[in-house]
């Protein structure tokens, strides 16, 4: 559990207060939305060298330091958040099919919120939804960032899958997991080359304008709200700036 000086420059780093609680749906999508907007996704210890450890505090800390993280620091995280606002939240294993590589045991770690109803929940993963998702199955949810509907896994009942406009975003169970259960996962992406996340640095988060923003290796890729990318190929030292302005992490080297 968050020690509450811990909790509180949390909400502080995401832009919220205490009067945010107690949590309710629309509590919960502030703090959703907020944490896109202001925690980006990268993976950067992973080229620094750094190793990344599922500790609550630690990564808390590192969020609140000015630093983003993958999939297990962000979700696990703002679960440990949620938690310290007496809120029930479940880590949930999940798996994304059909990439260039196939998926492995604790690909990915997705939430599931119980408030008034059950809400899927995820701030780490990428151009997912801005909101929350109504878990029930088989109805259409339309978000800022698509529609995404809820499904069964075909052949195996005991995963669900994330369907985002027509499209498989990620399988996942609802077995609750303490975030220890997603070491495998985190060496994998750590040290594996078949690891997407050990061949470039990558920095993106949501803007304020509703687009996104993404640093990958040395190319810059800016999405407008519309759809429209512009993408941007920049030396290290521009690149190492664009790090500082776009998610305001400053490094004395870029490492990509």
């Not at 599922?54 to 609140?64: A, G, N």
């Not at 994330?162 to 169970?173: E, I, M, N, Q």
């Not at 988060?205 to 996104?212: L, V």
């Not at 776009?246 to 870029?254: A, M, S």
């Amino acid at each position: 559990m968050l020690k509450l000086e811990r909790r509180a420059s949390y909400l502080e780093c995401l832009g919220c207060s205490p009067t945010d609680t107690p949590i309710d749906e629309s509590a919960l999508r502030r703090l959703h939305i907020a944490h896109l907007k202001r925690v980006p996704f990268e993976n950067l210890d992973i080229h620094l060298g750094r190793p990344i450890v599922l500790d609550e505090d630690r990564i808390v800390d590192k969020l609140v330091g000015g630093r983003g993280g993958t999939c297990y620091e962000l979700n696990g995280a703002f679960a440990a958040l949620l938690a310290s606002l007496d809120v029930r939240v479940d880590r949930l294993e999940a798996r994304v099919e059909g990439g260039a590589t196939p998926s492995v045991p604790f690909d990915h770690l997705c939430l599931l919120v119980h408030l008034d109803q059950r809400w899927l929940v995820d701030v780490g993963f990428g151009a997912c939804f801005a909101h929350p998702v109504p878990l029930v199955v088989e109805e259409p949810h339309v978000d800022p960032n698509g529609t995404f509907v809820v499904r069964p896994w075909a052949g195996d009942d005991r995963w669900l899958e994330l369907v985002k406009d027509g499209s498989h975003a990620y399988r996942f169970t609802l077995t609750p997991l303490p975030l220890s259960a997603f070491e495998p996962g985190n060496h994998h992406h750590q040290t594996s080359p078949r690891s997407h996340f050990t061949h470039n640095p990558v920095c993106s988060r949501r803007t304020a304008a509703g687009g996104r923003v993404t640093l990958r290796g040395r190319r810059l890729i800016e999405t407008a709200p519309d759809g429209t990318r512009t993408e941007t190929e920049l030396n290290v030292d521009a690149a190492r700036a664009a790090l500082a302005s776009h998610f305001g992490i400053e490094l004395p080297t870029y490492p990509g």
